[in-house]
Structures are given as C-alpha cells and as structure tokens.
C-alpha cells in the first residue's frame, strides 16, 4: 500500500512539474514576444507578425502595444516629412532665418544666415542667442513677444565691420 502511495505521489509530482514547466514556457515565450514588440517601437521592426489572438491579459497587453507602436510609427513618419519640408521650405529662402527656443536658445539658423563669416563661426559656438548677438533692443523685443505672443518687428544694425541690416 506504501508503494502505491509514494508511486501515485511521485506521479503526481511529476504531472505537475511537467504540468508547470509547460505553463511557464508558454508565459515565457509570450513575455518574450512582448519585450521584442516594445524594443522595436522607435523602429517599428517588431510590427510585421502578427498579433495572437487570444483572450488573456498578456494577449490584450500585446494588441494594444502593438496599436502604440504603428501610431508612434506613423507619428514619426509625419514628424519626419515635416522636418523635411520646413528644411526645404527655409533652404529655398532668400532670407536668413533664425530660429531659437522659449529660452532664447538657438535651435536652428538656415546657412544664408549663417553666410557672413563673423555668424557661422559664433553660431557652433553659441548655446543661446545672448552669445550670438548682443543687440538690447533685439532682446527686449524677444522677451516682448514670449511674454504677449504678438508678432513684433524690430530693425537693427550690428555694430561689427559687415554691418549688415537685419528685420
């Protein structure tokens, strides 16, 4: 009676153990899926297989990482074109453009800007338009449109030896 006790026991244990080792690989291998889906998200190279369609929670988690990341896909295709466009856009521009942030940091400049040597020098230098061009009244009217968000014009000469005009 012992013997078939222990071997019903040892029957058992193993069941479960296999019964276990096969629940834990079906698990391990979807969290694997999921972890290859959300490091191709900047990329988008984990979106051409399909989605399981299965109703648990590690399925439901998949489809709705797999919708973040063709959104965030078609998100940064469009970030892209516009870039693309807003470059062509200022390339073709007679004028020099500058650009700079909420903080007067400088965040692009078009090489027509860039064109007088006494620029393009200070301008991979310069964090911030203060460095580059050191006219009061330009930063006055800077502060001026942040604060209101009216357009504003302003017509200033540097005081440098290609005293240059600028709007």
Do not use: W
Request: aromatic residues 6%.
């Amino acid at each position: 009676m012992r013997e078939r006790i222990l071997a019903i026991s040892a029957a058992s244990a193993l069941l479960t153990c296999l019964i276990a080792f096969l629940v834990s690989r079906s698990i391990s291998l979807r969290i694997r899926r999921l972890k290859l889906l959300a490091e191709s998200f900047p990329g988008g190279a984990g979106l051409d297989r399909p989605v399981e369609d299965s109703r648990d929670e590690l399925a439901s988690l998949e489809r709705s990482l797999a919708g973040i990341a063709i959104e965030l896909q078609r998100l940064l295709d469009r970030l892209r074109y516009e870039s693309a466009r807003r470059e062509a856009i200022l390339s073709g521009m007679a004028e020099g453009v500058l650009a700079v942030n909420q903080s007067c940091g400088l965040r692009f400049a078009t090489p027509r800007f860039c064109a007088p040597s006494i620029f393009a020098a200070r301008i991979r230098k310069a964090g911030f338009l203060l460095e580059l061009i050191r006219d009061p009244g330009l930063h006055e009217l800077l502060r001026s449109v942040l604060a209101t968000g009216e357009p504003k014009k302003l017509r200033f000469k540097l005081s440098s030896a290609n005293a240059r005009v600028f709007e």
